[in-house]
């Protein structure tokens, strides 16, 4: 899914809260959603930052700011006034908290030293939480979202971020979707997050007049598309995907791949993607891009190798070894098949 979504106005978070309570989880977070962020900025320089930002044309920016910028702490008013200027920004304080037991168990586990170990009389890490406690209690009382990550790990605080922030929020880049179809005898996509078999289908490769004819010619497309198969197969597929890929973007995901494979790449997979890719983007209401990886292969031209190198195309005596050792099994594919398994090479 991909579709023109730039922020008109400038969006700055800051992001607070107890140390150890998540706030390097969430800045990554926000990063991954296009946010440029900045990590224990000194006060004063906060709003010229945030101003240089608009004019390098960046609109999503994130501030990370914890007890160690001391200032912030009394300036907090002035500060966040100064960033929202004059209602021209929108402005949002994130307060990250969590237990003293938790904060305890993170600390352990790291083996890190409390920011207000040396300086601040905080002799024990209980001791660093209580006196953050209280010097960021009025940040507390004026954050618009507070996320307490007691009982969140890094994945779930992560999740809870982009579900605030990301595509869902109407505040970030799409998901960018791609429909590649393929040839299985020149190999799957290898950036192929989904990929579907369409070789049950009836191949317009043993009908005369379609045999040369590519996967965008009309006729070629209306005679796959009349198979009772293939209306059932987009019907039940599009109804997948549009419940998935929604799924997939909430979670954070930037791009998606879905492979869709036929023997040669040039009939039956062209036809299906460019039918599927339709179909989602009606139900979506979105762009979703098309990809004919294999369409211009001919049927006695070369066959990609591993890393783009062409090899020759297998002959009928190399064919004919590979249907009788068919017997052999071979490793399981790395890609997640939603249809026929993968079959042998051999004829389109």
Known sequence: MNTDSSPKRTT??????????????????????????????PTALAPQA????????????????????????????????????????????????????????????????HPLSTGDGALAVLDGARIERERLAPLRARATRIFDTTRLSVHELRRATVAHFGPASGGAPR???????????????????????????????????????????????????????????????ADLLAFVLPRYEREGKSYLTIGIGCTGGRHRSVVVAEALASALSLQLKTQVAVVHRDVDRSSGGEAAGPEGASVPAPSSDTRMSEIELKGVSAPAPSHTYLGDPPKSPGGR
């Open 12 to 41: 700055v978070v800051v992001v607070t809260g107890l140390s150890g309570a998540g706030k390097s989880t969430a800045l990554r977070a926000l990063e991954d959603l296009g946010f440029f962020c900045v990590d224990n900025l």
């Open 50 to 113: 945030v101003e240089l930002c608009e004019k390098g044309g960046m609109l999503r920016i994130a501030l990370g700011m914890d007890v160690r910028v001391r200032a912030f702490l009394g300036e907090v008013g002035s500060v966040v006034s100064k960033l929202e200027n004059g209602g021209g920004r929108d402005v949002e304080l994130i307060f990250l908290d969590a237990s003293d037991e938790t904060i305890l168990r993170r600390f352990s586990e790291t083996r890190r030293p």
């Open 175 to 237: 998901m960018v979707t791609r429909v590649v179809s393929f040839g299985f005898k020149y190999g799957p996509p290898i950036d192929a997050d989904l990929v579907l078999d369409v070789r049950f289908l009836d191949n317009p490769y043993f009908v005369p007049h379609l045999k040369a004819l590519p996967g965008t010619d009309k006729a070629v497309v209306d005679y796959v598309l009349a198979l009772p198969e293939s209306k059932a197969f987009l019907e039940k597929t």
